[in-house]
């Protein structure tokens, strides 16, 4: 199993940017399928990016040319960059490691974009 610990989330006005990170802990990180989750008020989590262990990665529509996902193995670290943003991302992003035995997530960071 692997622990993660999101951050980097905050207010942000419309057109900015943030980058979240996600540190883990406790596993071989670089075995892991890595992603990037988010959950607005009243709405389903949704898959915002994946990167998998060979560093292959996978956007949501809504959220291509303007987020990057990516990762440090040397660091134990996902991170997600996320540029152009609007108020519909606005949403708890939760971070997921995953392998065939194994289906981790990080506790949220809330991103709020708002003028």
């Known amino acids: 199993q692997v622990q993660l610990v999101e951050s980097g989330g905050g207010l942000v006005q419309p057109g900015g940017s943030l980058r979240l990170s996600c540190a883990a802990s406790g596993s071989i990180f670089s075995m892991y399928d890595m992603g990037w989750y988010r959950q607005a008020p009243g709405k389903q989590r949704e898959l915002v990016a994946v990167?998998?262990?060979?560093?292959?990665?996978q956007y949501t529509d809504s959220v291509k040319g303007r987020f990057t996902i990516s990762r440090d193995n040397a660091k134990n670290t996902v991170y997600l960059q996320m540029n152009s943003l609007k108020p519909e991302d606005t949403a708890v992003y939760y971070c997921n490691g995953r392998t065939v035995v194994a289906d981790n997530w990080g506790q949220g960071t809330q991103v709020t974009v708002s003028s």
């Open positions: 990167i998998s262990s060979n560093s292959n990665t």
